[in-house]
């Protein structure tokens, strides 16, 4: 499984967006690039996914490098309940995830 | 509540005893997944299920391991002569159907954490 490389930890204010990064040199052309996040005490939830394009949804956007080899997760307006570890994830599709370690985030009020 | 639920969410016991959890996920979700969190780690893969066949088991962490999903409903992860190592947060997930989409994410259930003493 291609490796992911993410900061242990960030910090943001609340309301300010936040970027997470994450390198996936290695990535290869099947690879899907996942987003999960994982609140205290609860499992993990899926936050975003994309192959090549930029992606959007409700909760996040997806940047993706034209080389494909880092993406970056941007949530627009950080509020308290975003505090969470957000884990990088490359997968060929329905398959088993890898975690890393994730980058741990969190909000200031 | 229909997401994936798991039972139960907390255990305790000795070392040297069995345990067994089970998982029920979304109806009908037809993959499932178990997983295995320490603290400060992030969830490592330990066997899955598309409906009741085990697809990939290789990565049971011993044969003291072992996990079930006998109709392709609900599954039971069950692990023997428990030891103090093992104690962690024990996650199930689930996935519908591949259909069109090339990927489905994973619903993830509480987890049921085990502390053998």
């Known amino acids: 499984d291609a490796k992911t490389t993410q900061p242990n930890s960030m910090e943001s204010n609340e309301e300010e967006p936040v970027h997470l990064p994450c390198n996936h040199s290695?990535?290869?052309?099947?690879?899907?690039i996942h987003w999960y996040r994982q609140l205290p005490s609860q499992g993990p939830e899926y936050v975003i996914h994309?192959?090549?394009s930029n992606v959007n949804n409700r909760m996040a956007s997806l940047a993706i490098a034209e080389d494909r080899k880092s993406s970056t997760l941007i949530l627009h307006r950080a509020t308290l309940r975003d505090a969470a570890v957000y884990y990088c994830?490359?997968?060929?599709?329905?398959?088993?995830?890898?975690f890393g370690k994730g980058t741990r985030l969190s909000v200031i009020a | 509540d229909t997401g994936v639920s798991q039972d139960p969410r907390h255990k305790i016991t000795k070392r040297g005893q069995n345990v067994t959890f089970r998982c029920d996920p979304i109806?009908?979700?037809?993959?499932l997944y178990w997983y295995r969190q320490t603290l400060g780690q992030g969830p490592e893969f330990l066997t899955y299920?598309?409906?009741?066949?085990?697809?990939?088991k290789s990565r049971l962490l011993s044969d003291r391991f072992s996990a079930e999903r006998p109709k392709g409903s609900f599954s039971t992860l069950e692990i023997q002569r428990t030891e103090q190592g093992d104690s962690a947060m024990y996650l199930c997930?689930?996935?519908?159907?591949?259909?069109?989409?090339?990927?489905?994410?994973?619903?993830f259930g509480p987890g049921t954490r085990l502390t053998v003493l």
């Open positions: 997930a689930s996935s519908p159907p591949s259909g069109i989409a090339p990927y489905n994410e994973q619903f």
């Open positions: 994830i490359l997968s060929k599709g329905n398959t088993p995830l890898v």
């Open positions: 994309g192959l090549t």
């Open positions: 109806s009908e979700h037809n993959r």
């Open positions: 299920f598309q409906n009741e066949a085990q697809l990939e």
């Open positions: 290695t990535i290869s052309g099947t690879d899907y």
